[in-house]
């Protein structure tokens, strides 16, 4: 659809290297962000204002004060209140034209098809890895893109999985779960903020054709080193998700 008036005024700091063709694509775009704590509440917080046109946003959690040192989309009124419709309320008022779906629930096995429903990406901002493989398996089976994202202290991770050419996250992480995982991860503050925006950078690379993917790659961030660590990945032979290879 083209773009209105209205649109080329928000979008014009960005529409000369997107193009009005890339922003009109954006624009198309229909996004899960499942997590919408640190990492997937920054990602939310700039998929709404660089224009994409639908966002679901799942998450089942009451906002808490100790969510306030790193989740931006919330405040000390908010404590007590489902983090999806705080969230749909702010957003909202930062870009009216996106279609904002706020959804309080869990990913489960009983629930994956209709929350997927027709997305076209996903954006991880979860903190567990069952939900995690949950939604790698979901995207592998409808072959859309899932933007993983992980962080503990100052430590945090990456990886852009595209289903059918880079290692999916079971041939990533093995499809290991902790006996027990940890009731919550320690984070600095701006640690989530950091890989949410980079998440949603990469998304767009991604859909608009762009150089810089990290297709293949798991890019790791610690507090030692000013550069990324990069650690190159690939298929696991037989995966019980993504297949094998030759």
Sequence with gaps: ????????????????????KGQEKVNDLKVLVSGVGGIGGTAAEYLVRLGIGE??????DT????????????????????????AFEKLKKVNPNVDIEPIPEKLRRDNLHEIFGDMDAFVDGLDNMQARYLANKECVKKDIPYFHAACEGFES??????????????????GKIEIKEKEYEPTVGVVPGKIGIIEVEQLIK???????????????FDEKN?????????????????????
Excluded: A, H, W
């Design 157 to 174: 991770r990456l990886t852009t999985i595209i289903p059918n050419e880079t290692p999916c996250l079971n041939c990533i992480y093995g």
């Design 63 to 86: 906002v808490e004060l100790s969510n306030l040192n790193r989740q931006i989309l919330y405040n000390k009124d908010d404590i007590g209140r489902n983090k999806v419709d705080v």
């Design 55 to 60: 966002i679901r946003l799942l998450d089942p």
């Design 1 to 20: 659809m083209k773009l209105s008036k209205e649109e080329k005024e928000r979008y014009s700091r960005q529409l000369p290297v997107l193009k009005e």
């Design 226 to 246: 000013i550069k990324p660590r990069i650690i190159d990945l690939r298929k696991k032979k037989n995966c019980e998700v993504c297949g094998s290879i030759d």
């Design 206 to 220: 991604y859909f608009l054709d762009l150089k810089g993917l990290f297709k293949d790659k798991l890019v790791i």
